[in-house]
């Protein structure tokens, strides 16, 4: 059981360790939420944590910051 002193965000932020958790919740929001892809995957990097995410996609901090900051846009690169 959580404990009741650790916020909400602290429990979702652990939750986000499992792939499949951050999947769902990227797709929540897209889905039901209407958010573009961009605007998804930000908020679910943010909730995540940029150096968690930094680390588990093989991205250095610096550019998933950038992104975050709408510096860089995710390009599609084939």
């Known amino acids: 059981m959580v404990k009741r002193s650790e916020s909400f965000d602290a429990v979702i932020a652990k939750e986000m360790q499992d792939v499949e958790f951050a999947q769902s919740f990227l797709l929540t929001g897209i889905q039901d939420f209407d958010e573009t892809i961009e605007e998804a995957l930000k908020r679910t990097i943010e909730t995540m944590g940029i150096k968690e995410f930094s680390e588990l996609a093989e991205d ?3 550019n998933v910051s950038a992104f975050i ?3 860089l846009k995710v390009s599609n690169q084939g």
């Open 60 to 62: 250095q901090f610096q």
């Open 69 to 71: 900051r709408g510096d």
